[in-house]
């Protein structure tokens, strides 16, 4: 980590319990720094503007087990999960060179950083610029941007104080998390090219330094510490079918029939706005949705699951229980002076609860039985920022659109209230609590649904968020338009996001604004087929862009991409599973897995799945090519299993009905059969497909479960490890399934290897244990 050297005089005090305290003068006033070593491979700062050597401003949290020396609402654990063994002269020697990047002014805390000429900064969550975010300055402040989001918008739904720093010469990475989720200023080497200042106007910063040394080190630390993403149900990777709106229960019900009857793999349909009672949350339409039992009763016999949205903003209406019950107990945020916060939603005026308090969000969440009863799957957020609109409501032409606008900074979160030390934390203003809202909402979700049904894995879709959001939801990347650049913008902040450790993931398919295309919706389906969340969605007034809505060729191409999809989802499945170990994206961008490769760090149009697939999208109208870049090593089309040499451009065919896609010499994929949903039954073989050089090696461990259930925390899942290695004209498999705890149903795994132009195939019984065969 490189500093630069400020102004302010440092001098250390003690050591206070396991952190180390430095007293910072600026002008006449003192400021603490307190820093510690968490674990080997993390360093925090914990920086405490103007004290006057009193204590009790950093000792906030109860010291019980699972808090912090302050509280946060992004980190996931407490401190007590952290022992290093290094010495005490040994830290103060590790800690000191960092407290040079820290200034205090009279009203904000600063973190200055050098940056190395070729230092590249990625992260931040859910931006519309380039990958590399030097030399852009940005709020970090959830938004509802008014307007179109293009290029150069600077603040979107969703932002993420946390970020890498890499160095493409040395292939080194560190990162950077700063636990504050009220407005932090970015300035990525504007001002001054060689230095990023982040800046809060805030009397207490925490900042954690991450050491890497690679890109996937850094993601596993900062999700050590900010948790990471559940396992989520197998069916959540499924195709999802969306619309503003499926307004009516036949309407649902006829695009169920239809992408069944068109045999178009789908596992979802949701269900916008419309199906509310005058936009109330948790009720039904009585006349559009007249016996929502029966309609979902239907979609599930068809296979299908089903989503509802659900938005913060609660109709006053002293008729509407949920808005009685709110301001009964409380449980709506406040001014200062007392009075209710209401804002304009699609309801027009609302309330919002207050989802800082622990009972608001265990009232909240007891509510989602409603939905579940009604026979609802899982659970849309949105408008969460919190964001505010009149854009239903508003026929007088002179109204100002509230389009952008959120809660105002002074009202107030009231927390752990008289409970200041304990889990909520203490009271705080919305201007110190803002980019929290959102996640809070999705927490009150997720965790309300974890426990009116304790044995499912919940399914929370969020458009806001923070860092720790992986603990409780999916994110996608809001109102996008239908055009080209919007195909490339999805890739950017798709990879931006699962950089910034939200790995699951996506982008409305076919684009939200305006009218989609069969052309258009053709290639954004090829890019939804690889994307960890995959929808498609659009606006209201916007023609219709299911799967079929543009006629042939259109449809057989899209049913041909999200096949696909279907076919690696016991792939998918498994990156997921490791997501939830190390925190590693599923879609990754080129520079996670090549970081000395300067030409795969400018790579802004294609991303790899996992270590070892390679898509490369379509993103011209009328394209039947593209080029491609290929790093280091040698690769496989996906689709015809033609040799392709890394470290070389190339120009790749890209008919409509496919897009350039890769695979990686010496890797093993496992593909399934074509399904119509995730989870139906068949007798199929699973296949394992074997890239391999002359005289290379490969191996693959996949993992499997019951898809569903919590089983699996109890050591309920399979996991079979393939290897395969070619000695001149053999090629030796060998299989080892640990199936302990659930039994995959297949009975045979197909075994197809790739030597350059040969193919090999062969097929091993299940069920044996451990066993090698050898193929030539
Ligand atoms: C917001 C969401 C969009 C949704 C609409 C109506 O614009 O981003 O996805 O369809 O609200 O609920």
Redesign the pocket.
Known sequence: MNISTQNNQVHYLKRSGYEYLWKVTVDQSDSLIAGSFLGHEILRLRCIRDVSTSEDRYQLADGGEGTLPYHSWMVAHGDEQWSTTLSEAEMLKRLEPYLQTILFTPTQIQLHLSLEEQARIYGFGERTGGLNKRGEAFPIWNI?FPGHHDEGVTSM?TSIPFFTLHHVATGQASGVFIDYTGQINADLGVSEPGIATLTAEANELPIYFFTGPTPADVLRQYTELTGRMPLPARWTLGYHQ????YASAELASSIADQLRERKHPADAIWL??DYMDGYRNFTWHPERFPDPVALTKKLHEQHFHVVT?L?PGTKVDEEYSIYREGLANDYFCRYPNGELFVGSV?PGNSAFPDFSQAAVRAWWGKNYKALLDAGVDAIWN??DEP?LTNSLLNTDEDEPSLWGKTMDASVVHQAGGAHATGPDGPTVSHRDFHNAYGMELARTTYEGLRSLRPDSRPFVLT?SGTGGMQRYAAL?T??NTSKWSHIRLAVRMCLSIGVSGQAFVGS?IGG?HDDSNGELLTRFSQLGALMPFSRN?S??ETVSQEPWAFGEPYESAIRKAIETRYQLLPHLYTLFQQATIDGSPIMRPLYYHYPQDEQAANVETQFLIGETLLSAPISEAGATSREVYLPEGEWFDYWDGTPYSGLATHEVPAPLERWPFFVRANSIIPTGPVLQYTDQPHQEPLTFTCYLTKDGLASYTLYEDDGQTQAYRQGAFATTTLSCQTTGETVTVQLEEQHKGYKPSYAFYTIIVHIGDRTLQGQIQTGQGATTIKLS
């Open positions: 509802d739904y969306c619309r503003w709106s916008d706005i949205i938005d699609w949105d408008m964001a458009r996608w809001g109102d409305d939200f969605h606006s209201k």
